[in-house]
């Protein structure tokens, strides 16, 4: 490593000692221990908001961003000395942010600069939650069949239809939503990328329950709801490149559920503290193999996404690539679930009282199988896997 980046690292080290409050130094003990900013969050402690505004301050929130736009400029070897000295004392993410994982690399590379300028900054520091308006009751996996239209009035559109599995719309100030504008034009074509205040009159939401018992999708329904022209990313009809852009963005962010959190215990770990061993070794030989299984995959998992972004960062397109991720994450997710469960045995079962924590474990493993269909099915990205990487037939 050369000097300037061992300096880099102990400046990091220090500033994240002097700044990182001891109580963002430790894993998510749930949900709502995540930060998502935005105007309705309401911060769980003086820390969790004060670890915010530090770490957004300097733009770290979205350390590879330029810093005309907020974010932290830094190059892909300093991103990666941020994350490991973070990792090192088990700091958690300052934000966690729909902005920052998906709409924000879809506006550095399509957006104008009074967009950039007038969303980045506030996405950084957390201003703004962002929710995704894809999806439509008829237009899920096919999601270029979508319907919503947008009717040009002059200096603005009317939007009408509705959105479905739209991920926090009930906790989200603006959306990032896919919209018609070109009814009569080939499915591909016609569609357009517009942002709006999820404040607009005439936005309806409806939560959908899922049998985890939790909410975080919703319907999204749009009565004559106006939005103003410069809030249009892109040029007009072509909102389906920035569409596929941002999904593979998207894609790579769920991916990030096959790999264990900072700080947590490891499956393998979990085991030897529930079950017991002998002389450190699970008594269960089938159960040991299959865990082994799991971390190895999980392993190689994981340094197989370092290389893909170190490769992002030097210019690289992931591509495709992101679909493959997508689904592979997806199915560790589910694998480790289902280890945990079975570590467990029948007290995973458990979906109420304290003892439970009202039944995290067994709720936590059902919601993983909307890991699979979220973000678009896995038999879909089999079908990209296929087509695009290994250049089967169709």
């Known amino acids: ?11 990091i080290r220090d ?15 749930s949900e709502k221990d995540a930060c998502w ?29 330029p810093t005309q736009y907020g974010g932290g400029g830094l190059d892909r070897e300093q991103v990666k ?9 088990n700091a958690r ?21 009074e967009q950039k300028h007038k969303f980045l900054p506030p996405i950084v520091r957390g201003e703004i939650r962002w929710c995704q308006g894809y999806s439509e009751p008829n237009a899920g996996s096919d999601l270029a069949s979508l319907q919503a239209p947008a009717v040009d009035m002059g200096d603005h559109y009317i939007l009408n239809g509705s959105k479905i599995w739209t991920s926090y719309g009930d906790f989200g100030d603006w959306m990032f939503c896919l919209v018609r504008t070109a009814p009569d034009a080939p499915r591909h074509q016609g569609i357009s990328f517009m942002l709006f205040d999820m404040r607009t009159p005439g936005i309806r939401i409806k939560p959908i329950l899922l049998i985890s018992g939790s909410s975080p999708f919703c319907e999204v329904f749009f009565a004559d709801v106006r939005i103003p022209k410069d809030q249009q990313v892109g040029e007009l009809n072509k ?12 894609r790579e962010m769920i991916s990030w559920t096959g790999l264990s959190q900072t700080g947590t215990k490891s499956v393998s770990e979990i085991a030897m503290d529930t079950i ?16 082994a299984k799991f971390e190895l995959d999980e392993l190689a998992f994981a340094l197989t996404i370092e290389r893909a ?21 997806t199915e560790l997710n589910k694998q480790r679930y289902s280890l945990l469960m079975d570590i467990q045995g029948s007290d995973a079962l458990a979906w109420t009282g304290e003892a439970s924590n009202n039944g995290k474990l067994a709720r936590d493993w059902l919601r993983t199988k909307g890991n699979s269909i979220e973000g678009g099915t896995s038999e879909i990205q089999l079908n990209i896997v296929a087509k695009r990487i290994l250049g089967l037939p169709g």
Not at 81 to 89: G, P, W
Not at 97 to 106: D, V, W
Request: aromatic share 12%; proline share 3%; net charge negative.
């Open 1 to 11: 490593m050369s000097e300037d980046l061992s300096n880099f690292r102990m400046e």
């Open 15 to 29: 500033w994240l000692e002097q700044n990182c409050p001891e109580e963002m130094r430790s894993p998510l003990r």
């Open 37 to 65: 900013g935005g105007r309705q969050f309401k911060f769980q402690s003086d820390a969790q908001r004060l670890w915010l505004e530090r770490m957004g301050q300097k733009g770290w929130t979205a350390p590879d961003w």
């Open 81 to 89: 000395i941020l994350k490991q000295e973070m990792a090192r004392i």
């Open 93 to 113: 993410d300052a934000l966690y942010s729909f902005g920052i994982s998906m709409l924000g690399p879809a506006l550095l590379k399509y957006g104008n600069e």
């Open 239 to 250: 909102g389906w490149s920035i569409a596929k852009y941002l999904l593979t963005h998207e």
């Open 276 to 291: 017991g061993a002998s002389d450190d070794t699970l008594d269960d030989s089938l159960l040991r193999a299959d865990i």
């Open 309 to 329: 972004r170190d490769e992002v960062k030097a210019g690289v397109s992931l591509g495709a690539i992101s679909s493959w991720f997508k689904y592979f994450g």
